[in-house]
């Protein structure tokens, strides 16, 4: 049993962005080829179905930690950054126009 949860762990890691529909088809498999019982396949799909959902958003968290770095390392505006700069940018352009008009 330990062997076959280490197989299905592997399983559950190589189908981390699957569907809970693919993992239950693929112990289903399981079960028909014998490699696990009926009563158990339940469990071991909701354990793959939690595995794969913690390896998702570990895989999220570096991602986004990753870009983070990079923008940072770069020095990439914000979006915040370039929506404050626009401001400005359009603030100013109307005072060059009133100045314009005035003078």
């Known amino acids: 049993m330990r062997d076959l949860f280490n197989r299905a762990l592997s ?3 190589g189908l ?26 339940s469990d071991v799909v909701n354990d793959l179905v939690a595995k794969g959902q913690e390896a998702k958003r570990n895989i999220e968290t570096m991602v986004n930690e990753r870009v983070q770095k ?3 390392a770069h020095n990439f505006a914000t979006k915040e950054q370039v929506e404050e700069l626009t401001k400005r940018v359009e603030l100013l352009e ?8 005035e003078g």
């Open 70 to 72: 990079m923008i940072g």
């Open 16 to 41: 981390a962005v699957q569907s809970k529909e693919q993992i239950e088809k693929a112990v289903d498999e399981l079960v028909k080829k014998g490699e696990l019982s009926r009563s158990e396949s």
């Open 11 to 13: 399983l559950g890691l």
């Open 94 to 101: 109307q005072k060059l126009n009133q100045d314009k008009a």
